[in-house]
């Protein structure tokens, strides 16, 4: 069992006061909040230990190198891949997913081919994709959703055809808050040959990730939502993947050899790291995912649906609720009767009280559910029952204020 006092004390940032009250922080799919132990190690970094990494021969280069390449390790183990140089850093998941669509696009796409994806996803899922079909022509195919706005797998199914070349989904919606089933979306493509990019920006801070386990080809996260920094994410790729396709940013790091007749491409994972890494923020999300190992995962994501169960139990008592799917995770979106969800939101945040509004990066999932928006409340360990009835509480007084 979790003491959730204790892990409070280590955001200094929840005893925030906002507007003369004691900040409620439900925003948490967008980001989290930072333990001390991860901004410590920032300042740590800086204070002791700064030199750029890869490059030096003296001592300071070469301790930041092996702290920056620990994280890697802490990575690696932390969603169970084969090879460290399988990790490749990125600045977060919008990054990791456009070094997809360029390097595998650039290597593996032609026009005419065709990528899965979903109503359900993120725009940082969707638009890199219509660059590629701008820039060289390939399809795109949309799995729909159930009446319980799940994913349609039979219809997924129907997708497939001698063109498909690549899936690409979403592990957990931002917005709905609901898990897809993410295992049998990968053995489908897999009975097409086709590979799948999981994005993982709403599993990593709530799910047990195993990825030989889940086999996904590409996996990517964002390391301010599971506590660490902003600017760092990740790709992990299976190395047959990533040793085939291009590079996608040229630069310094990334080569052997230079010449102007011809350059030679660096080995993984560095062949996909151009430039000087946020070394610093990289260090420090090795620190977050410790900290969460040290909690385990596993009591974070127990802690976490029993707040889903009760917030949503809460918020189902509120004449003219509408909850959208079926949260099993730590996000969930709601309207109340014609009321717009900014101004929800608004009344909210003169409370105190942190929740998202709006499209959150879904237009064509929002635009699909036929509504303006919708109030989100997202979860994260060191949340409690009070935050939520106090939550709760708000939103009864909007609904009030604005019926
Ligand atoms: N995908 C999903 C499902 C997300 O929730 C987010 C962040 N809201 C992203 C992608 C993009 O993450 P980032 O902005 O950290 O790159």
Redesign the pocket.
């Known amino acids: 069992m979790l003491d959730i006092k204790d892990i409070r004390k280590e955001f200094p940032i929840l005893d925030s006061q906002i507007y003369g009250k004691t900040l409620i922080y439900l925003d948490n ?2 980001t989290t909040q930072k333990p001390l132990c991860v901004i410590d190690t920032i300042s740590n970094v800086y204070t002791t230990m700064n030199a750029n990494v890869h490059r030096g021969i003296h001592h300071l280069s070469q301790v930041a190198t092996t702290a920056m390449e620990g994280s890697r390790e802490t990575v690696r183990k932390f969603i169970g891949a084969e090879h460290s140089h399988e990790i490749i850093f990125t ?5 990791s ?1 456009n070094l997809v669509a360029s390097s595998f696009g650039g290597t593996y796409l032609k026009a005419g081919d065709e990528v899965i994806i979903s109503t359900m ?2 725009h ?2 969707i638009v890199p994709w219509q660059l590629l079909q701008e820039r060289i022509g390939i399809k795109l195919r949309i799995i729909p959703l159930t009446a319980e706005c799940g994913l349609d797998i039979e219809a997924y199914k129907r997708l497939f055809n001698g063109q498909t070349r690549l899936v690409s989904v ?1 592990h ?3 917005v709905l808050g609901v898990t897809n089933p993410v295992k049998e979306i990968i053995e489908i493509a897999h009975s097409h040959d086709v590979p799948v990019l999981i ?1 993982g ?2 599993s990593i801070p709530h799910t047990r990730i195993d990825i030989q386990e889940l086999d996904a080809d590409f996996f990517v996260f ?1 390391g ?2 599971i506590y660490g920094p902003t600017g760092v ?1 990740v790709l992990y790729g299976k190395e047959k993947w990533l040793n085939a396709m291009q590079p996608y940013h040229g630069g310094g790091e990334m080569i052997k050899t230079v010449r102007f007749e011809k350059t030679t491409f660096n080995e993984l994972p560095y062949k996909f790291e151009a430039g000087t890494p946020d070394y610093v923020g990289i260090i420090a999300l090795g620190k977050a995912l410790e900290w969460v190992d040290s909690l385990g995962i596993e009591n974070i994501a127990m802690h976490e649906h029993e707040l889903t169960r009760y917030a949503v139990e809460k918020l189902n008592t509120i004449p003219g609720i509408r909850i959208f799917g079926k949260p099993d995770g730590a996000a969930l979106s709601f309207l109340i009767g014609d009321i717009h969800p900014a101004d929800l939101g608004t009344i909210l945040d003169r409370l105190g009280i942190a929740i998202r509004t709006g499209h ?2 879904a237009q064509p999932l929002i635009d699909y559910l036929g509504i303006p928006g919708t109030a989100r409340a997202s979860f994260a360990v060191y949340n409690t029952k009070e935050d939520i009835d106090i939550f709760i509480k708000g939103v009864e007084r909007a609904v009030k204020m604005l019926s």
Do not use: L, P
């Open positions: 799919a967008a600045r977060g998941t919008t990054e997913i996803e993120h940082s899922n979403a957990v919606s931002n994005d920006a709403q964002s301010h939502k994410g959150h990066c």
